[in-house]
């Protein structure tokens, strides 16, 4: 006597499986996505952060390459003055708005104080870059 056996005998995945299995794979994507994309957005504030550095680094050098008699002074001692505003010459790819600034302090007849300030981004992703230096009348005063 022959019995009839109920069991299948075809192989694969069912449903559930590959369901669980898309999800799985849709949720790691998706992670994958998001890491990246904030990879990114990190990277470029970095390299902001390093060419709004480095244009304050070449405008400071700048002022520290000049004679002590062609600063300008400036009135009332004691007191930051404007001299230069460069925020034209910044670069397109900083976070608008954009600012540039150089100012100079005459804190006496034979020393002065420059300034490059470098500003750019809005809210609460508005960064600054500050250098500072004092210039003698004889040279520079570090």
């Given amino acids: 006597m022959r019995m009839l056996s ?3 005998n075809e192989s694969g995945f069912s449903i559930v499986e590959l369901l669980i299995t898309l999800i799985i794979i849709g949720t790691t994507f998706g992670a994958f996505v998001v890491t990246y994309t904030t990879i990114q957005n990190i990277n470029k504030k970095s390299l ?8 304050a680094f070449a405008k400071i050098q700048d002022y520290e390459n000049r004679t002590f008699a ?6 009332p001692a ?3 003055q404007l001299v230069e505003d460069f925020s034209s ?5 900083l976070q608008s708005p954009r ?3 150089v100012h100079i302090n005459t804190v006496s007849a ?3 104080q420059v300034v490059v300030n470098i500003s750019f981004g809005s809210g609460s992703n508005i960064r600054y870059i ?12 570090r």
């Fill in 6 to 8: 109920l069991r299948n």
């Fill in 48 to 55: 902001d952060i390093v060419a709004a550095n480095n244009l």
């Fill in 70 to 75: 062609s600063l300008p002074s400036t009135t």
């Fill in 78 to 80: 004691g007191s930051l």
């Fill in 89 to 93: 010459s910044l670069p397109a790819s």
């Fill in 99 to 101: 600012v540039g600034q």
């Fill in 110 to 112: 034979n020393l002065k």
């Fill in 130 to 141: 500050q250098y500072a230096d004092f210039i003698q009348s004889n040279g520079l005063g």
